[in-house]
Structures are given as C-alpha cells and as structure tokens.
C-alpha cells in the first residue's frame, strides 16, 4: 500500500536559515509526488510537483528514488515561509497525503 | 468567481443524528474528493469521485456515505454510524482522472458532536 511518512511534526527555523522538510514515501509504481501548503486562514493550495521541476516561492524539491525521497528545501527562511505543509503522493485515482509539518520561522 | 465551496463552515449534531455537508464547484473538474483532516494526523481520504454516477472507498469511509448525481456536487452524509465524527472535513476536486493531478479545495467544514 501506498504511504507517505513526514517524520516532524513541527520545524523551528530561525529567518534566514535553511529549510528542509522531509518526505518519505512506499509505492510500488512510479510515484507522482506533490507539495502542498496551507499558510493561517488560507486553504490548502498545491505548493509544487515534482514532474515540474520548477521553483515555487524558493522552494525546490528533488525526487530521490534510491531513497524515497521528496523533501522540500529552501535556502533562506522568509516569515512569510511559516505554514503548515504536507507531502502527497497520486497514484492512479487517489492521492494519499503525509501527517503535515508545521514550519515555524523565527524572526 | 469559480472555485469550491463547501457548506455549512461550522456544523454541530447531536449524537444518533445523521448529518450532510455540501460540496459544490463550478470548475468543470471530473474528480472530487472528501479528506479528514484531524491535528497530528494529516488528511484522509473517506471517498472519492471520478465520474458522475460512480464513486469508490478511501482508506476511512466506515460511517460515512456520499452521491455523485451531477459533476458539480459531492455531498458527504456522515451518518450515525461514524463513532468519531467530530473532525475538519475538506473537499478537493482536480482536473485529471487517472493519477492524481493538482487538488483544488475548499475552505472546509467543521463538525462538532455535542
């Protein structure tokens, strides 16, 4: 079966640090991996996928087969960065989400 | 202004009562889903919709029943057969059918049993 683990629940970063939010996942197929964000107040919107290799609010994230990876970087912490995130992973008609971190960015 | 609205924002039932929540978009999207989103646990899929007519069994849908009789809605009837209800519900909808595509969703609904 499908899953997709998010090991911390909550991340402290001070402005201007790194971030890296981890995302493992198990599927047997050829995964179709997404970020998604909720910031306070806001709805649940797609942050990026991992088929557009592009950047998203400076946010990047590489798929890592040999590790079942998909964590989600940034270089500089921004405040505006603090929301909750969630990996998901499609896979056929479903798409099956990770427990959430929350990123909490210190001024 | 398109998008996906859910109804009511706040809900709260007496136990033994069943109780729908209403999901509609006007995106044109084939797909649609229901999630649980309960604090630690992330979201779970109760149900999920490709095509009008026609829905399947998420990895929680003991307790809950849906119906897809036009593309724009999706209620979720959380009966009284759930023994948990108390929760955040969001709908999703997303363009594809096939692997999941992008979701669209809702600003959610929040149930309390009293």
């Known amino acids: 079966a499908q899953r997709v683990t998010q090991p911390e629940k909550l991340l402290s970063v001070f402005k201007g640090a790194p971030v890296e939010l981890k995302c493992n996942y198990s599927?047997?197929?050829?995964?179709?991996l997404f970020w998604y964000v909720q910031y306070s107040r806001q709805r649940l919107q797609l942050l990026l996928r991992?088929?557009s290799r592009e950047s998203i609010k400076g946010f990047t994230a590489d798929l890592n087969k040999g590790e079942t990876s998909f964590h989600l970087k940034k270089p500089f912490a921004q405040e505006e960065d603090s929301a909750m995130y969630y990996c998901?992973?499609?896979?056929?008609?479903?798409?099956?989400f990770g427990t959430g971190t929350k990123l909490q960015v210190i001024p | 202004d398109g998008g996906i609205t859910q109804s009511p924002k706040y809900l709260f039932r007496k136990e033994g009562q069943n109780v729908t929540l209403s999901c509609e978009q006007n995106?044109?999207?084939?797909?649609m889903y229901w999630y649980r989103q309960d604090p630690g646990q992330g979201l779970r899929l109760i149900y999920y919709?490709?095509?009008?007519?026609?829905?399947q069994k998420g990895d929680i849908a003991e307790g809950y029943s849906v119906s897809r009789e036009k593309k724009e809605s999706f209620p979720l009837t959380v009966t009284s057969a759930q023994k948990n209800p108390t929760a955040f519900y969001l709908c999703?909808?997303?363009?594809?059918?096939?692997?999941?595509?992008?979701?669209?969703f809702g600003e959610g609904s929040r149930l309390t049993v009293l």
């Open positions: 999703a909808s997303s363009i594809r059918v096939g692997k999941g595509g992008e979701l669209f």
């Open positions: 599927y047997s197929g050829s995964p179709e």
């Open positions: 991992h088929i």
């Open positions: 998901a992973l499609g896979h056929y008609q479903k798409v099956t």
């Open positions: 995106l044109n999207h084939d797909a």
């Open positions: 919709s490709q095509i009008v007519n026609d829905f």
